[in-house]
């Protein structure tokens, strides 16, 4: 089984910044995207940002120019380093791995999620 830890979240000023980080732990043989996806209070969730393997980042466009992803693929954690954060920055980070992995020797694609991490932006 994978497992992904959240970490970075909280109370920031607006205009502020956070560092998010996700970890994913398991038997992991390749990563091939990570992503942070949030969601607002009666809101939909939304992608904010992806990085592949290659190192292809993608962000919305709602984040473009403040938000950075990044990665450490020694040991399979990523970063969302969020600056200039405004009210509607806030929300449920979520961070999301589709990876392969080992299953009683078997390779095995698979899509995982990490619990959620609130940001609050404070006026």
């Known amino acids: 089984q994978v497992k992904l830890v959240e970490s970075g979240g909280g109370l920031v000023q607006l205009g502020g910044s956070l560092r998010l980080a996700c970890t994913a732990y398991g038997n992991i043989v390749r990563v091939n995207t990570m992503n942070w996806y949030r969601q607002a209070q009666g809101e939909e969730r939304e992608l904010v940002a992806r990085?592949?393997?290659?190192?292809?980042?993608h962000y919305a466009d709602s984040v473009k120019g403040r938000f950075t992803i990044s990665k450490d693929g020694y040991d399979n954690t990523w970063y969302l380093q969020m600056n200039s954060l405004k009210s509607a920055d806030a929300g449920v980070y979520r961070c999301n791995v589709d990876l392969v992995r080992i299953d009683h020797t078997i390779p095995m694609s698979g899509d995982f999620w990490g619990q959620g991490i609130r940001v609050t932006v404070s006026a």
């Open positions: 990085i592949t393997s290659e190192g292809t980042r």
